[in-house]
Nanobody, 131 residues
Framework: VKLVESGGGLVQPGGSLRLSCVVSGSIFSVHGMAWYRQAPGNQRELVATISTGAGAILLDSVKGRFTISRDNAKNTVYLQMNSLKPEDTAVYYC??????????????????????????WGQGTQVTVSS
């Protein structure tokens, strides 16, 4: 399983960027997806998360400026970032909750069960907001 981010770069304050993250590999299903960021000297923080049903939660400081969305058919999550500020400068990481294997038959229970979930990270993409 591989997560590949793209779309980062250098932008002036007030500008916009759109990040993309594609989940690829031998997978059965992709569940919750999220964007995190980490600025130098800071801990990694959750920026936005989105469920398979497109329910989204955003960090308070980006509400009204950032939008998270996903294309389930393409196993892709997006982060549209508008009105960018210097404090948004960070490495942005994609995260996904993935089920690799199809359901398995549990003979003790007598029915099919969902295979375990696994959590994966992308390599990160740099976003720099500066004039």
């Amino acid at each position: 399983v591989k997560l590949v981010e793209s779309g980062g770069g250098l932008v002036q304050p007030g500008g916009s960027l759109r990040l993309s993250c594609v989940v690829s590999g031998s997978i059965f299903s992709v569940h919750g997806m999220a964007w995190y960021r980490q600025a130098p000297g800071n801990q990694r923080e959750l920026v936005a998360t989105i469920s398979t049903g497109a329910g989204a939660i955003l960090l308070d400081s980006v509400k009204g400026r950032f939008t998270i969305s996903r294309d389930n058919a393409k196993n892709t999550v997006y982060l549209q970032m508008n009105s960018l500020k210097p404090e948004d400068t960070a490495v942005y990481y994609c995260n996904a909750d993935v089920v690799v294997d199809p359901p398995y038959f549990d003979s003790e229970i007598g029915s099919y069960q969902e295979s375990p979930h696994n959590n994966y990270w992308g390599q990160g993409t740099q976003v720099t907001v500066s004039s």
